[in-house]
């Protein structure tokens, strides 16, 4: 039965509880051993919170409180089934993903971001994924390289 036909409650938490999927990036799944171990983490807490929200006794609050759960398993499992260990930099010679790179800025700023792999990026806690433009201009370069275009050249300090 259509929520048309159904009362006003139960068509406002239809709205509430069919959320759209996470969007899945089209680019490989690589992952580190920590990115890999957050996912698990994710989907274990997501399974949590929908295991917690099943023993809701009114059916429209169950639907509301399981929705964001339901879709975070349907993600962090993908995530999980799709996840390509990244092989860990072989050298410190030239960046490469899980790499740890120090670089400055034009504007005389260094900044240092580990390359990892989307899911697992958090600039703010330094690291950024393998496909950001930044990650993308310093994998396979040494440090003393200068990459970027004239207003957002960075010159590689070091490489862990």
């Known amino acids: 039965m259509s929520?048309?036909?159904?009362?006003e409650e139960s068509a406002e938490t239809a709205s509430e509880t069919l959320l759209p999927d996470r969007p899945f990036s089209s680019h490989p799944n690589w992952v580190t051993?920590?990115?890999l171990e957050a996912l698990q983490r994710q989907?274990?807490?997501?399974?949590?919170?929908?295991?917690?929200?099943?023993?809701?006794?009114d059916i429209n609050e169950r639907r509301r409180q399981t929705a964001v759960p339901l879709r975070d398993l349907r993600y962090f499992s993908e995530r999980i089934r799709t996840a390509q260990l990244g092989p860990a930099p072989a050298t410190t010679?030239?960046?490469?993903?899980?790499?740890?790179v120090a670089f400055r800025r034009v504007d005389g700023r260094v900044q240092q971001y580990r390359i990892v792999g989307e899911d697992e990026a958090d600039p703010k806690a330094g690291s950024i994924s393998f496909v950001s433009?930044?990650?993308?201009?310093?994998?396979?370069?040494?440090?003393?390289?200068?990459?970027?275009?004239?207003?957002?050249?960075?010159?590689?300090?070091?490489?862990?």
């Open 133 to 160: 433009p930044v990650a993308k201009s310093l994998m396979g370069k040494a440090v003393g390289d200068i990459v970027g275009s004239t207003n957002q050249e960075l010159e590689i300090l070091s490489i862990a």
């Open 93 to 100: 010679d030239v960046a490469a993903f899980g790499s740890t």
């Open 43 to 57: 989907l274990a807490e997501a399974r949590e919170a929908y295991e917690l929200a099943q023993g809701i006794e």
């Open 3 to 7: 929520v048309a036909f159904t009362k």
């Open 33 to 35: 051993e920590a990115g």
